[in-house]
Every structure is written in structure tokens, then in C-alpha cells.
């Protein structure tokens, strides 16, 4: 059983929008999951089993506790009952009280029908007298994370700080060197350069050095204004 479900349309959108958070979730001593709905090939420089041995190697990295590929096609996902009723068996079986999801607007539309597929699958996943597996389930909440394809100028509800997991958080995304370093222009600013650029952005508005922004549809209930900063 997890804590949190992090619902990735591809391999390695999950340590790019959000890898900071994952560890520190991890050190906060929360059991951690990825889903990833697609193998996310092909790509220019990658291949089924290179992104297979990258993906393992970032999911060591943010030591993880569960990661799976839901095997759903690569740049034509869509939000169809059939892939509704995996993802929600998926919630049933692995009941996580919380889940992120990528943002709902984006040029990627793997990306939006991730999202949808995870809303509706969220619901489906609470309903009773059905053949779906596990036991009937409805997380608590589902934030939205920034892995967006389009130059955004957004307006998170939420940023995290995450400067002490910053370094990790970039080891994971080297990870996977057939995505970000080969064929990548090495002139600065480099891709990498540029993410380090961004996360000092978001860094800088809630007064850290590193951050990263999330989302939510729904309201943030809050117990104490202990956590913010
Ligand atoms: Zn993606």
C-alpha cells in the first residue's frame, strides 16, 4: 500500500516535475509510488530497453518504493474506459491516499489524457459492485505537477521547497542520458542548466534556493499554518 501514487504519461516526466517532492516524501518517511502509463518510446536516441534501464536507475535514485508501466501506447494515449479501468484497478490494489497527476493544460496530449484518465479513474476507482480488482478506494486527493510541453506562465497553488533534494533530484533526471545529455546541445545553457535556472526561479519566490511548483483543482484544507514557510 502507498502513501503517494505519482502518475507519470512517460518515463522521466515524473523526476522532471516533481522529483524534489518524491524525496522528500521519502525522508519524510512516506511510502512513494510512480506509474508510468506509457514506455514513452520511440524517441531520437532511446529505445525500449534503454529507457527501461534509465528508468530503473532514476527510481533507485529517488528510492522509490513501487514502480510500475502500465504498457498503455506512447503519443496516442487517450482517456478510454478500457485504460480508466486499468488505472483505476491500479488505485484499488495499491490504495494511495494521495495522487499527482501532470497539469491539465498542456501542447502534449499524452499529457492531458494522463490527467483525465487519472480523474476519472480516481472516481472509478470508489465504486462498488464492479469486476474491477482490489478493494473499492477513492484517494483523498490528486495535486497536479508542472511537466508542461507549452512556455506557461502559471500560477501554482503551492511551491515546495526543495533545496536540500535539489542535487539528487538532477542525478535522477541524468538518469536518463538517451533523453537530456545525447544528441543535446552542449553549449550553455544546456538543458540541465536551464532546469537548475527554473527551479531557482520558483526558489526564489517562496525565499529558497530550489523549488517546485504544484497545483490543485480542489481546495488545500490545511490542519495548522505549521508547514509554511
Ligand atoms: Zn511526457
Redesign the pocket.
Known sequence: MLDILVIA??P??AELGMGGAILKFKQEGLRVGVLDLTS?EPTPHGSVEIRARETMAASKVLELDWRENLALPNRSLEPTLENRAKLAGVFRLQQPRWLFAPYWVDA?P??MAATELVEAARFWAKLSKTDLPGKAHHPRRIFNYY?VHLKLAIQPALVLDIADQWERKLASIRCYESQFITGRPTESPTFLERLRAEAATWGKMIGTEYGEPFTCREPLGMSSMGGLI
Open positions: 504519461p512517460h522521466d516526466d514513452g502534449h499524452d499529457h511537466c
